[in-house]
């Protein structure tokens, strides 16, 4: 059984910083891609930043220059490095990993940036 697992969200004060980890477990080589997803209050769920199994990077804009993504293909981990946090990051940040076309999802972790 495929599962991923969430690490590291909390509360904090706008300015600082948070790593968010995710673990896959229930695989037997590595995902195609892994990663990172918001969805706050009233909002749909959306695209933080992914990282495929060659290393190809995708961030959505806000998080260009504050986030960083980064994966371990043989620990099947990957991490969000979240720098200058902004109220406007509050959320629940749910890791997502595809592996042989099917998708799968993290319980999700809530970030609660203060202002």
């Known amino acids: 059984q495929v599962q991923l697992v969430e690490s590291g969200g909390g509360l904090v004060q706008a300015g600082g910083s948070l790593r968010l980890s995710c673990a896959a477990s229930?695989?037997?080589?590595?995902?195609?891609?892994m990663g990172w997803y918001r969805q706050a209050p009233g909002k749909q769920r959306e695209l933080v930043a992914n990282i495929q199994r060659s290393g190809i990077i995708t961030y959505e804009d806000s998080a260009k220059g504050r986030f960083t993504i980064s994966r371990n293909n043989a620990k099947n981990t990957v991490a969000l490095q979240m720098n200058s946090l902004k109220p406007e990051d509050t959320a629940v940040y749910y890791c997502?990993?595809?592996?042989?076309?099917?998708?799968?999802w993290g319980k999700g972790t809530l970030v609660t940036v203060s202002s």
């Open positions: 229930g695989i037997i080589d590595s995902m195609y891609d």
């Open positions: 997502k990993g595809t592996y042989y076309g099917t998708v799968y």
